[in-house]
T-cell receptor, first 114, second 113 residues
Framework: DAGVTQSPTHLIKTRGQQVTLRCSPISGHKSVSWYQQVLGQGPQFIFQYYEKEERGRGNFPDRFSARQFPNYSSELNVNALLLGDSALYLC?????????????FGPGTRLTVL | GNSVTQMEGPVTLSEEAFLTINCTYTATGYPSLFWYVQYPGEGLQLLLKATKADDKGSNKGFEATYRKETTSFHLEKGSVQVSDSAVYFCALRGATGGFKTIFGAGTRLFVKA
């Protein structure tokens, strides 16, 4: 079975541009979460979606938005990119919306903002 | 709010040495605790977990015990291999923090042959 997939693998943008990152969860998983991992740090929670509804949001500005589609895939959008948005963006899926369920992480999208 | 603190790296060990990576947490209530591993250029993989006090998670020779009294979840392995070289993240989820996972800063481990 395929794991969590993310696209693109790498992305280079310039300041002020907009970017869309995509995530496909493991088949049957209904919960998708997004994390930002700046180099040398642990991942920071951005969003969680379950059954197409936003269930949680981290401490990120409104430039960050996301959505989940009927097939449970998800997109993360970042507007007006800043140099500080350069990071590895990780998507994680889990079967249901529970603290006990393991989250399975994708390989990430590495975003570089110049 | 909830938080995780883990020992700073890098940790450099020789093959077959004993490994301990310390992790302590702050949380209201009783979260689930996790260790994740990240190999170079890859995403995170769950290494082990524990969901209640005194639970011991184990996988691939790694172990960690959920200690409520010391709010700790230290990672141990009796004999490390070169292939264990990676970054290890301690994390928690649940309690009053909801379903988001809160990660520590990570500890890089280098194992020399």
């Amino acid at each position: 079975d395929a794991g969590v997939t993310q696209s693109p693998t790498h992305l280079i943008k310039t300041r002020g541009q907009q970017v869309t990152l995509r995530c496909s969860p493991i088949s049957g998983h209904k919960s998708v979460s997004w994390y930002q991992q700046v180099l040398g740090q642990g991942p920071q929670f951005i969003f969680q979606y379950y059954e197409k509804e936003e269930r949680g949001r981290g401490n990120f500005p409104d430039r960050f938005s996301a959505r989940q589609f009927p097939n449970y895939s998800s997109e993360l959008n970042v507007n007006a990119l800043l140099l500080g948005d350069s990071a590895l963006y990780l998507c994680a899926s889990s079967l249901v919306d529970s603290e006990y369920n393991e989250q399975f992480f994708g390989p990430g999208t590495r975003l570089t903002v110049l | 709010g909830n938080s995780v603190t883990q020992m700073e790296g890098p940790v450099t060990l020789s093959e077959e040495a004993f490994l301990t990576i310390n992790c302590t947490y702050t949380a209201t209530g009783y979260p689930s605790l996790f260790w994740y591993v990240q190999y170079p250029g890859e995403g995170l993989q769950l290494l082990l977990k524990a969901t209640k006090a005194d639970d011991k998670g184990s996988n691939k020779g790694f172990e960690a015990t959920y200690r409520k009294e010391t709010t700790s979840f230290h990672l141990e392995k009796g004999s490390v291999q070169v292939s264990d070289s990676a970054v290890y993240f301690c994390a928690l989820r649940g309690a009053t923090g909801g379903f988001k996972t809160i990660f520590g800063a990570g500890t890089r481990l280098f194992v020399k042959a």
